[in-house]
C-alpha cells in the first residue's frame, strides 16, 4: 500500500523559508511523478512543483525562483524548498503521486498525503 507521509510546515514571517519533506513508502513505478500541491483557506487545490523519475521539474508560475523541488531517490523523500515566503503562500501543502508524466492539475493524481501547514504572517 503506497504511503506518503509530509512533514516540514510551520509558521514563519515574511521572507522566511521552510523546506517541506515528503517520505513516500510501498511506490514502485519505473516512471512516475512527485508533485507538491498546495490549498490556501477557501480556496481550490493548486499545483505548486512537481519532479518526474528522469529529474525533470516543474514550477507554478507563481512560485518560479523562490520555490525547488529535489529529491532523494535513496530514500524516497521529495523536498520542497520554500524561500521568500509571503502571506499569499499561506496553505495546507500536500505531496501527491502518479504513475508517469508530470502535470500540475491536481486532478491527475490519485495518490495524496495528509498535508502540512504552512502559514506566513508576521
Known amino acids: 500500500q503506497v504511503q506518503l507521509v509530509e512533514s516540514g510546515g510551520g509558521s514563519v514571517q515574511p521572507g522566511g523559508s521552510l523546506r517541506l519533506s515528503c517520505v513516500d513508502s510501498?511506490?514502485?513505478?519505473?516512471?512516475?511523478?512527485m508533485g507538491w500541491f498546495r490549498q490556501p483557506p477557501g480556496k481550490e487545490r493548486e499545483g505548486v512543483a512537481g519532479?518526474?523519475?528522469?529529474?525533470?521539474?516543474g514550477y507554478a508560475d507563481s512560485v518560479k525562483g523562490r520555490f525547488a523541488i529535489s529529491q532523494d531517490t535513496a530514500k524516497n523523500i521529495v523536498y520542497l524548498q520554500m524561500t521568500s515566503l509571503s502571506p499569499e503562500d499561506t496553505a495546507m501543502y500536500y505531496c501527491?503521486?502518479?504513475?508517469?508524466?508530470?502535470?500540475?492539475?491536481?486532478?491527475?493524481?490519485?495518490?495524496w498525503g495528509q498535508g502540512t501547514q504552512v502559514t506566513v504572517s508576521s
Open positions: 501527491a503521486a502518479r504513475a508517469g508524466t508530470c502535470y500540475l492539475a491536481p486532478s491527475w493524481y490519485v495518490i
Open positions: 519532479i518526474d523519475s528522469d529529474g525533470d521539474i
Open positions: 510501498g511506490y514502485t513505478y519505473i516512471s512516475y511523478c
